[in-house]
């Protein structure tokens, strides 16, 4: 399994968000590869801490998909199938939609147009994947936040994590689906020109759908 070094909070956190995060980052980034178990005290000794808050955290990654625990015998990674993916995928378009439906709505003009300025970048990408996931993120961040939707907001890292292991490892969009992005995006940007609020979730939903074919 994977090495961790020792947490040093800073006084406000929790501690068992601290080692969500580094095992779930571990996850991601394929370190901690699927099938692998992980045991709660070899965790809490290499970040020093307790038991307790790597259990808490165990807790919140079964949840969310990325481990499967069975009591008194194992907690391991889950493996990333095709199924999983498209779950993943389906969800996001779902909630990515209703937050693209309320910055539509609720967005100032120079919100706007800055998230145009951000559909337009995604749009001048030429196919490296790396690039591509920046730019979705700042604009898909840039919704959220504009959807001025707290709960959104706060059940969007867990869905996020579970796309960013969905894709990790894709190091290029095949030249079919990088045609059906742009158009999408094309009909995104004109429909959030317009504050088409049912266009804009129809169609962020319909992108997802693309990606889950990654």
Known sequence: MSDFTPLRPPAPTRLSELVFERIAASI??????????????????QLGVSRMPVREAFLHLERIGL????????????????????????????QAGWAGR????RMTDDELAHALSLLDA??????DADAHRKRLDDFYLDLLAQSRSRQLQLASRDINLALARAVHGVESVPDDLLAAMGDG?????????????????????EIHAIYARL
């Open 102 to 105: 309320l910055a539509a709505e």
């Open 185 to 205: 995006y094309r009909r995104l940007r004109e429909a959030l020109s317009e504050r088409d609020a049912d266009g804009v979730e129809r169609i962020i939903r």
């Open 28 to 45: 991601v980034s394929g370190e901690l590869a699927p099938g692998a178990q992980i045991k709660d005290d070899e965790v809490a000794a």
């Open 67 to 94: 481990i499967e625990m069975v009591a008194s015998r194992y907690t391991r990674v889950t493996e990333m199938t095709p199924e999983i993916a498209r779950d993943a995928f389906e969800y996001a378009g779902n």
């Open 122 to 127: 995604i749009l001048a990408e030429t196919g």
